[in-house]
Structure formats: structure tokens, C-alpha cells
């Protein structure tokens, strides 16, 4: 049996070492997810409505232990960790009342009656990226499991720890055994036997841009649905027209949330070319402000990055010769600490176009409004970014002209369960959370009955 090492990033210890699944060991959970599945799929929907609301409950009574497990294997910040557990809760509760909801269309027509039924596809594969481990995985497991199917998630490797709690505190609910099960392993074995295995109807993958086009590739094979959430180069458009003040003291925490391991992090801030030197001002203040340190401590607002590798990405974007403007505090010692870093980079430079998922960002100046939009548009990616003006016209142009999924005036919010989420061009393809979530998890049935006429029956 294969093993992988769990490290904790911010201080470099073993916390455990975790069995990797093989091929055969999918084989055999998705063979025991079927029939687990035609079952559950029988239950009256308000049964599983309730099963989905006990799940809820065993969440909310284990927030605190999920946290703490998440702030040891993430290095998450503890207050952080705490609304991820929280917000594993939050999406089962929303998504209990999908059961009881997922009504299909009768459509009017000749000679009949016109019924669609929203059916489950049957074994729905999730792939889970480290950055946000418990809360990925509940967008895809929540809705899923409501719309009728059975759940395999394969956590990411250095990232096991809360996914296989979860998986727990589901059989302890009373969720039937094989409906939801963690098969932890390496994405080339696990992950790229959920694509290959014709009995897994839907993948949903959720990582970088590179692994998603493999894995979309390999479902085409099958024609087997996929939905992917994959990378991001954010912008944040300052114009001068804002509250310049709330617009820098609140960028860091646009762009180093989980250190800035988020796919939404808004990574590029564009500002005005006659408020950049003001902005710039206001804003080292804010960057050297962010707490960084013990995860554990109420007080930390951004913890280490996820492991060592992952830290050699990211400083390879901060060569001695880069264009550092300010740089905020990090510890000394063990862990896999890395300070905010703000650069000043010419448009084309690496550190502008790629996905960094560290907490560095670009500061690059616009000169209007078209230009503004254009340099937000120039990237491959599409999944967020953020708007901040006073003017109404300024924020709704502006909100429909840049090509993104996930849009917020004067604020850095991108995600709420009951709101869809996802990338335009690079950044993915089709939608999480909100309240259509489940109609992906389902294959939409069109029955005719035919009525006969009064005359036909006599
Ligand atoms: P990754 O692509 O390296 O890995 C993601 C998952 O895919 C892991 O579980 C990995 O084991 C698995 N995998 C690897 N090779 C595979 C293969 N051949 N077949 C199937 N599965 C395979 O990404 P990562 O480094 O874990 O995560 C960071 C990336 O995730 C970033 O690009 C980030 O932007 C993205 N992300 C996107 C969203 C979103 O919602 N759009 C959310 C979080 C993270």
C-alpha cells in the first residue's frame, strides 16, 4: 500500500501518514457507490432531504475539531478555518431543500400530456484542489448527493485531512455507507480513474488550468459531463472616482486571503494613473497592517503557504531583481513563510500574466475607462475581480464589459452558497453553488403521455 506524508506547513512537522487508493481500490468504490446510489435514489425526496440536514448538524457539532484539523493541515488561519467548517454546514442545509424542490416542467402539447423528470446521472467523481479542501469539496458533494447521486471525492495529496473527516461525520449522520466516499491518492491514479471509469457520469474538477483541459479531454472519450473550476489572474480596478481610503485598506485582503492560495484573488490592481501615487500611499500601511504568523492565534489573518514546492513557485515570481514596491512582516524559522509582496511590473511581465497563488500582487496604472477594461480582459483567465467607483453607470459598464464569472462593486466578495460561481474562458466551465447547482448534477427526462380524445376512447 502506498503512503503519503501529511506535513503541517507552518511548522513543518509529520502529522500523518495516509493511505493512497489504487486503480482497483476505485474500481471497487465506484461499483459499491451504484448500488448505493439506486437506493438513495428510491428514498422519498423529503427522506433525503433529512439525511442531507442530519449531515448539516454532525458538521455544526464539529465545527471547532474540522478548524482546528484545517489550520494544522492548510496552515489556514483559525478564524478562517472556522467559516470554512461553517460554511460545509451552510451548503448542506441549502442544498437539504433540493430534494423536495427539483420539480420538473409540464409543457404544453398536442395529443398529451409533456412531463420532464430531473434524473441523477448515477456516480458523480469530485477532484479537489489544497487551497480550500473542506469547502470545494462540499460544493460538489452537497448538491450532488441532493439530486439523487452517489459521491467519490479524491482530496488533493498534501491535503487529505478535513475531506476524510467529512466523509466520517457523514456515515456517523447516518448517510448510507458507500453514498459519499473519500478515496485519498495521487491525481495520475485516483483522478484519472474517475475519468477513465465508464461507470463515473460526471467529473468535477476543480484545480489548475493545465490538469482541467487533461481531464476534460480524457471525459470527452466517455462523453462524460465535467464541470471545472481552474486558475485565475484577478483583476481590482481602482478609478478615481472611489473611496480611495476603503479601496487600499482593503486590497491585501483581496489578494492575500490564504495567502493568497485563492483563485479568486484579485492578483492584479489597476488604478488610476492620477491616484496611483495616493493609492500606493495608502496602501503600504495596509499591506505591512496584515497579521501574518501562528495559524492558531484568533488574531492571524494570514497563515504560510501550503508546503515547501509550493513556496519555490511562488518566490521564483520574486527574483532579487524584481520590481518590489513594499513588502509586509513574515516569521522567521520553520514553516513555509512568505511576506505580501507588492510589484510595480511592466504589462507584459511574468509576474502580470500568470497565476502566482501566493500573496504577491502587480500594481500597474490605466489611463481611462476603455483602458482599464482592456488591461482586466488581457489574460487567459476569467473568474473574478473587483470594481471600485462611486459612479452607478461607471460600476454597472464596467461589471458587464470584463469577461468574468464572478464580479463585486466596491467589496472583494466572490462566493455564497446561494449565488452561482464559476470562470469564463480559461477559468472553467459551468457553475457551482447557487440555487441551480443541482440541475448539473442531473440528466433532464422528456415523457409524453398520450391522451386519447373522447371519440378514440369510445
Ligand atoms: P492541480 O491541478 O495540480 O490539482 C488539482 C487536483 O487534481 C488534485 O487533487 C490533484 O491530485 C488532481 N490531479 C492531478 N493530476 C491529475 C490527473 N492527471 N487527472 C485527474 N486529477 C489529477 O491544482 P492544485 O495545485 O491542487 O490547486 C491549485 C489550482 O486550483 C490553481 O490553479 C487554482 O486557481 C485552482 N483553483 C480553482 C478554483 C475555482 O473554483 N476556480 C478554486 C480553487 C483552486
Known amino acids: 500500500m502506498t503512503t503519503c506524508e501529511v506535513i503541517n506547513p507552518a511548522t513543518e512537522e509529520l502529522l500523518r501518514t495516509v493511505e493512497l487508493t489504487d486503480t482497483a481500490g476505485v474500481d471497487d468504490a465506484v461499483a459499491r457507490a451504484q448500488s448505493a446510489q439506486r437506493k ?40 478562517s478555518a472556522r467559516w470554512e467548517a461553517g460554511h460545509v454546514r451552510d451548503v448542506l442545509q441549502f442544498y437539504a431543500g433540493a430534494p423536495e424542490r427539483l420539480s420538473g416542467k409540464q409543457i404544453p402539447v398536442a395529443g398529451g400530456l409533456d412531463v420532464t423528470f430531473n434524473e441523477p446521472l448515477g456516480v458523480v467523481g469530485i477532484i479537489t484542489p489544497w487551497n480550500f479542501p473542506m469547502t470545494i469539496a462540499a460544493w460538489g458533494f452537497a448538491p450532488a448527493l441532493a439530486a439523487g447521486n452517489a459521491v467519490l471525492v479524491k482530496p488533493a495529496e498534501w491535503t487529505p485531512l478535513t475531506t476524510l473527516r467529512l466523509g466520517e461525520l457523514a456515515l456517523e449522520a447516518g448517510l448510507p455507507a458507500d453514498l459519499l466516499c473519500v478515496l485519498p491518492g495521487a491525481g495520475e491514479v485516483v483522478g484519472e480513474r474517475f475519468v477513465t471509469h465508464p461507470d463515473v457520469r460526471k467529473i468535477v474538477f476543480t484545480g489548475s488550468t493545465e490538469v482541467g ?62 491616484v496611483y501615487d495616493r493609492f500606493m500611499e495608502l496602501l503600504e500601511p495596509a499591506v505591512k497592517g496584515v497579521a501574518v504568523g501562528d495559524p492558531n492565534a484568533e488574531d492571524t489573518e494570514m497563515g504560510p503557504l501550503v508546503s515547501k514546492t509550493h513556496w519555490s513557485s511562488v518566490a521564483s515570481y520574486v527574483p532579487d531583481d524584481a520590481p518590489v514596491a ?75 464589459a470584463v469577461e468574468a464569472g464572478n464580479l463585486s462593486v466596491n467589496s472583494h466578495s466572490s462566493v455564497r452558497y446561494n449565488t452561482p ?38
Request: aromatic residues 8%; negative net charge.
Open 213 to 274: 483541459t487533461r481531464v476534460m479531454a480524457g471525459a470527452a472519450a466517455h462523453v462524460k459531463r465535467v464541470t471545472l473550476e481552474l486558475g485565475g489572474k484577478s483583476a481590482n480596478i481602482v478609478f478615481d472616482d472611489c473611496d480611495l481610503e476603503r479601496a487600499a485598506a482593503t486590497a491585501p485582503y483581496g489578494v492575500f486571503d490564504n495567502a493568497g492560495q485563492d483563485c479568486c484573488a484579485r492578483s492584479r490592481i489597476l488604478v488610476q494613473r492620477n
Open 421 to 458: 460561481f464559476g470562470g469564463f474562458k480559461a477559468s472553467g466551465l459551468g457553475r457551482e453553488l447557487g440555487p441551480d447547482a443541482p440541475l448539473s448534477f442531473t440528466e433532464t427526462k422528456n415523457v409524453f403521455i398520450a391522451v386519447q380524445t373522447e371519440q378514440e376512447a369510445h
Open 326 to 400: 513594499f513588502r509586509g512582516s513574515a516569521p522567521q524559522g520553520p514553516g513555509f513563510w512568505f511576506p505580501p509582496t507588492v510589484l510595480t511590473p511592466q504589462r507584459g511581465d511574468r509576474s502580470v500574466t500568470e497565476e502566482i497563488f501566493g500573496p504577491v500582487v502587480a500594481v500597474l496604472p490605466f489611463d481611462d475607462e476603455a483602458d482599464a477594461v482592456g488591461l482586466a480582459n488581457d489574460t487567459a483567465y476569467g473568474l473574478s475581480g473587483s470594481i471600485w467607483t462611486d459612479n452607478l453607470s461607471r460600476a454597472l459598464r464596467v461589471s458587464r
Open 40 to 79: 438513495w435514489a428510491r428514498l422519498a425526496p423529503a427522506e433525503r432531504a433529512g439525511a442531507l440536514r442530519d449531515f448539516a448538524a454532525a458538521v455544526d457539532a464539529h465545527v471547532e475539531e474540522l478548524a482546528a484539523l484545517e489550520v494544522a493541515n492548510s496552515g489556514h488561519p483559525i478564524g
